[in-house]
Nanobody
Framework: QVHLVESGGGLVQAGGSLRLSCAAS????????MEWYRQAPGKQRELVAE???????NYANSVKGRFTISRDNAKNIEYLQMNRLKPEDTGVYYC??????????????RGQGTQVTVSS
């Protein structure tokens, strides 16, 4: 099994920055994919950024040029660096990784979520 802990959210003024982290522990062999989603009140869940096992990266148009997804494979931590934040970035952010675990199967799950609030 894998246990995920998200951190890094908070309240920030527009134009500010935050870095979200998603730390995983457990019987992990390697990470396959990583996705970051956000859920804003009254809105559908939005895929913000994703990184494949091969390192291909995709961003939602709304965050391109402002957000950066990255990972530390040695520490099993994934990051979402968010710069030039806007009020419309407000929401609960979730990491959603998929790992290859030691028994040879894959494990995927969602972090507990971290609140990001951007004030105007």
């Amino acid at each position: 099994q894998v246990h995920l802990v998200e951190s890094g959210g908070g309240l920030v003024q527009a134009g500010g920055s935050l870095r979200l982290s998603c730390a995983a522990s457990g019987s992990i062999t390697r990470i396959n994919t990583m996705e970051w989603y956000r859920q804003a009140p009254g809105k559908q869940r939005e895929l913000v950024a994703e990184m494949t096992r091969g390192g291909s990266i995709n961003y939602a148009n709304s965050v391109k040029g402002r957000f950066t997804i990255s990972r530390d494979n040695a520490k099993n931590i994934e990051y979402l660096q968010m710069n030039r934040l806007k009020p419309e970035d407000t929401g609960v952010y979730y990491c959603y990784p998929e790992y290859l675990i030691e028994n040879g199967s894959t494990w995927s799950g969602r972090g507990q979520g971290t609140q990001v609030t951007v004030s105007s």
